[in-house]
């Protein structure tokens, strides 16, 4: 299994990216997509979430709702991150991950990760 990120980079605030996280070995339909992310001397903390083995309605921490989107290519076997409106806050190294628990908003819920990709906001 691997999880792989990209698509971080740096942006001015008002900003946008997409990341992507090509996942080889797991079927996007049988999982939970995690976003997290971990900025410099902080914990990792979750991002978003997307199951389409429970209908495809994404979560979002509150702190990037009506921000960020999530999505998917089942043909790339790829999960999208867009974040848009980005603030200088959302400067941190993003990962992707992915779980079969039934529960997905911690870290120790997730037992595959994607190597990060750094996403700097900044003026």
């Known amino acids: 299994v691997q999880l792989q990120a990209s698509g971080g980079g740096l942006v001015q605030p008002g900003g946008s990216l997409r990341l992507s996280c090509v996942v080889s070995g797991l079927r996007l339909s049988n999982y939970h997509w995690g976003w997290f992310r971990q900025a410099p001397g902080k914990e990792r903390e979750f991002v978003a979430v997307?199951?389409?083995?429970?209908?495809?309605?994404?979560k979002f921490a509150d702190s990037v709702k009506g921000r960020f989107t999530t999505s998917r290519d089942i043909a790339k076997n790829t999960v999208y991150l867009q974040m848009n409106s980005l603030k200088d806050e959302d400067t941190a190294v993003y990962y992707c991950?992915?779980?079969?628990?039934?529960?997905?908003?911690?870290?120790?819920?997730?037992?595959?990760w994607g190597q990060g990709t750094q996403v700097t906001v900044s003026s």
């Open positions: 997307i199951s389409w083995r429970s209908g495809g309605i994404p």
């Open positions: 991950a992915a779980t079969d628990s039934v529960t997905w908003s911690r870290n120790y819920d997730y037992k595959w």
